[in-house]
């Protein structure tokens, strides 16, 4: 299938680029700045996504997460995050790469703490089922019968 406009290449600029996050308040405060060129989308790819993510300064990639069935992984291109894990912190520059298996319940995301813009390369694939713990806030991202996601609190109750 070809990209934008029927071309099989597109410059990754030409991409819409979509501020902030499904998130409900007050969650989505932090991200608010983030921004997400859905390459694969552009595609039509449906077994995993590709995402060019800029990461301004002060902001976070994601409130920290894990996911059930989703493998994740990202490439640094420019600037330089800090990625939080249940096991500290470790400083990320262009070049490094970071992978979260499915089903590993350690949460994680980027911070940017400079003064200047990250941008980095986010893979997931799409498998049917995934479900998205958030382990430092009251939230969890769960499927619907019809595979449409929303958001709910630990105990179940949906954000309004």
Not at 65 to 79: A, I, K, N, S
Not at 118 to 137: C, F, M, N, S, W
């Amino acid at each position: 299938m070809a990209g934008a406009r029927g071309k099989a290449a597109v410059a990754a600029v030409e991409v819409e680029s979509v501020s902030g996050s499904t998130y409900p308040a007050p969650f989505a405060a932090a991200v608010r700045a983030r921004t997400k060129r859905r390459l694969g989308d552009v595609f039509g790819l449906t077994n995993f996504g590709v995402n060019l993510v800029e990461v301004p300064p002060g902001t976070l990639s994601s409130q920290r997460h894990w996911h059930t069935r989703q493998d994740e992984f990202v490439y640094v291109l420019e600037g330089e995050l800090v990625l939080v894990t249940d096991a500290g912190e470790q400083v990320l520059t262009p070049g490094m790469a970071a992978g979260f298996p499915a089903g590993a319940a350690d949460g994680h995301h980027l911070v940017n703490r400079t003064n200047a813009p990250a941008v980095y390369l986010e893979v997931g694939d799409r498998t049917a089922g995934d479900e998205v713990d958030y382990p430092d806030i009251d939230m969890l991202l769960r499927r619907d019968g019809d595979g449409r996601a929303r958001f709910v609190r630990k105990d179940g109750t949906p954000y309004d």
